[in-house]
């Protein structure tokens, strides 16, 4: 590889981390490759909230200051990362892409950046996301919207249409990401890219701004699988700050996506998430990946998660109502906006927050507000937030059966491929099915993991494969990911994303 800025953005976080260790570059020089293609094509992407090019030059310099000491370093020291804005850092603007928290510099790290801090990753920046996570378009910020570098009238996905832009346009070889209901997933599906959501309990929750804890985690977003379980190492493991932290090593992920060994294993359909209601390209995909698995030396088999089709509503009556109760922090008096209501000379307290509070909310977050305390009210709750979480349950013990004959289970990860911005923005209901085949797993609490599975003959654009994992053997999707990932590859002659349009070619 010659050492051009064009090739660094290029190379995959596991080439870079080789070339660094070879000392063939410096980590200022990929860092700076990584700017540089941000300065050349974000403008049209927007996937950057905040640029942090001073501070991710100085953390490079400092580690290529250890590596010519001959310090011990990490794996992917050196290798750069963009953050989500949901995760706090210090020095660092976190919005969540939100009015709410606009100028809030948070006093302490979450603790995934730390261990990413402690890894040696440069951070490049925050990335854009729906307002507090909320959405699948990344429509919902209130900065603007990400748009999908195959297509750039298209949305990236979302919650973390940032995280899965900003790696799908070669601004960053790995991102962070949260998944609540499928922000990991669907974005890396619609962007040709790979993310995983770890078993719930298996990445720290501290520093992230909450959505709904229960169903919250956060997770690695890269080009690769191996990268990928890369990243998922240093994001993982037990935190004592966080109460629902598992107290496990972190499953053995990067051996897994090296060794990528399926023979034998056993690969389910689930019945539920495939067929009706799934684009004719996206299901013409999954089934050529089905093949591609069985030529692997898996065996699949069919399966049916009958209480998947009540996942949907049951979700969104549990997701608002954690979320209204995470969202009262917000109240105008220690931190975030604090709009004074007009028309009042000597306003109360509550007369602040409900100003600041309409002033600093969107739509999408007061519509789920709204719903979340309805749900949650005295005489409601038993009718709604208490049936929704029976069905938690029942969703739960669908999996517990599934994985009886099954070792991991597979679905299309996105019942389409990108929709056109602005198609789904005043139709919410549209807009949550979205998530139809990823909220299982986040109900659940298992892991799961979306990879591209090629391009949908209709529009050319990427379509993902979802995996889905019991409970702690987060490295099963990975061998099943890295074993498909290899296959594909050799058919396509190379990388998916290779095929995306140029974004510094003259009217890309
Ligand atoms: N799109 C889903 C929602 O709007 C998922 C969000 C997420 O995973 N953060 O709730």
Not at 228 to 257: Q, Y
Not at 313 to 322: C, D, K, M, Q, R
């Amino acid at each position: 590889m010659t050492n051009t800025t064009t090739d660094l953005t290029r190379a995959t976080a596991a080439q870079l981390a080789d070339l660094l260790a070879a000392g063939q570059v410096s980590s200022v020089e990929v860092t700076q490759a990584h700017l540089d293609r941000t300065t050349a094509v974000d403008e049209q992407v927007h996937a950057y909230l905040h640029v942090a090019g001073q501070s991710a030059l100085a953390e490079a310099a400092e580690i290529d200051r250890r590596r010519a000491a001959g310090e011990p370093l990490h794996r992917l020291a050196g290798v750069p990362i963009a953050v989500k804005d949901v995760m706090t850092t210090v020095g660092m603007p976190t919005t969540c892409g939100s009015k709410m928290l606009e100028g809030w510099i948070p006093p302490y790290d979450a603790t995934v950046v730390a261990q990413i801090k402690a890894a040696g990753l440069p951070i490049l920046g925050k990335v854009n996301m729906d307002e507090f996570a909320m959405g699948s378009s990344t429509e919902h910020s209130a900065y603007g919207p990400t748009r999908n570098p195959w297509d750039l009238e298209r949305i990236p996905g979302g919650s973390g249409g940032g995280s899965s832009a900003v790696v799908a346009s070669f601004q960053a070889p790995l991102a962070t990401g949260t998944d609540t209901g499928g922000s990991i997933r669907q974005p890396a599906a619609v962007t040709g890219s790979v993310g995983t959501k770890p078993t719930y309990g298996g990445v720290s929750r501290y520093g992230l701004v909450a959505l709904a804890s229960s169903l919250d985690q956060a997770g690695p977003c890269a080009r690769t699988v191996l990268d990928t379980a890369l990243l998922h190492e240093v994001m993982g493991g037990h935190d004592p700050r966080d109460s629902t932290s598992i107290d496990a090593p972190v499953p053995a992920v990067v051996e897994a996506a090296q060794r990528a060994d399926i023979k034998g294993m056993k690969i389910g359909i689930v019945k539920e998430l495939t067929g009706e209601g799934y684009q004719a390209g996206v299901s013409a995909r999954f089934e050529e990946s089905l093949q591609l698995l069985v030529d692997a030396g898996a065996e699949i088999v069919e399966v049916s998660c009958p209480n998947f089709r009540y996942a949907l509503a049951a979700y969104y009556l549990i997701l608002p109502s954690e979320a209204s109760s995470n969202l009262a922090k917000f109240d105008a008096m220690r931190y975030g906006l604090r709009v004074p209501p007009t028309g009042i000379d000597h306003p109360s307290a509550e007369q602040v927050m409900a100003a600041s509070r309409d002033a600093g909310f969107g739509d999408e977050v007061k519509r789920r507000i709204i719903l979340g305390t309805y749900a949650l009210s005295s005489g409601y709750y038993d009718a709604y937030y208490g049936t929704a979480q029976k069905v938690r349950r029942l969703i739960a013990n669908d999996f517990d059966r599934a994985f009886e004959t099954a070792d991991v289970l597979v679905s299309p990860t996105a019942p389409t491929t990108a929709f056109r911005l602005g198609e789904q923005l005043d139709d919410p209901m549209a807009m949550y099915l979205n998530d139809v085949a990823t909220i299982p797993a986040n109900l659940a609490g298992v892991p799961g993991m979306s990879l591209p599975s090629g391009l949908a003959d209709e529009d050319g654009l990427p379509t993902g494969l979802q995996i889905l994992a019991p409970a702690m053997q987060d490295q099963s999707l990975y061998s099943v990911g890295a074993a498909l990932e290899a296959a594909l590859t050799d058919r396509w002659g190379g990388p998916l994303l290779d095929r995306a349009p140029d974004l510094t070619a003259k009217g890309a």
